[in-house]
């Protein structure tokens, strides 16, 4: 488990910006993004690397900065999980981006890029 911080909050979450991640037992790159406090709050977050290796999101030069990212290698990339119905979406538009030394994070909007905003997992992904 690791805390993490949100610059803004999540779309949907404010006022809340701290937050657990959480690995869910037994499931490898699926994790909860709960809220620190008693509220309840709860997300499913997919770790990109694990699930979707082709996804290769682009950041802008200012959510880059806002993060403090000098290098890719320092962004955890995830991307929300839908869990209804038959089948589990997740959203390639808007990944939630963490810092992995500060634990400074956000949920960007990609600029310019055609990614879906629900994506059956399990589907490959096409490269942009």
């Known amino acids: 488990m690791s805390t993490v911080s949100f610059l803004t909050p999540p779309p949907g979450l404010a006022p809340n910006v701290e937050f657990e991640l959480t690995p869910v037992p ?5 994790l909860t993004l709960t809220t620190a406090g008693d509220d309840g709050l709860r997300l499913f977050l997919i770790d990109a690397d694990t699930h979707l290796p082709r996804y ?3 950041l802008s030069a200012e959510q ?5 990212l ?4 320092d962004a955890e990339v995830f991307v929300v999980a839908n869990p209804a119905g ?3 979406t997740v959203n ?11 634990g400074a ?8 890029q055609d990614w879906p905003l ?7 992904v096409s490269t942009r």
Request: no cysteine; proline share 9%.
């Open 26 to 30: 037994g499931a490898t790159g699926l």
């Open 56 to 58: 290769a999101p682009v």
């Open 64 to 68: 880059g900065n806002r993060l403090g």
């Open 70 to 73: 000098v290098d890719a290698s």
């Open 86 to 88: 038959e089948i589990t």
């Open 92 to 102: 390639l538009m808007a990944p939630v981006i963490v810092h992995r030394r500060s």
């Open 105 to 112: 994070a956000l949920q960007v909007i990609l600029e310019n």
């Open 118 to 124: 629900q994506h059956p997992l399990g589907e490959p």
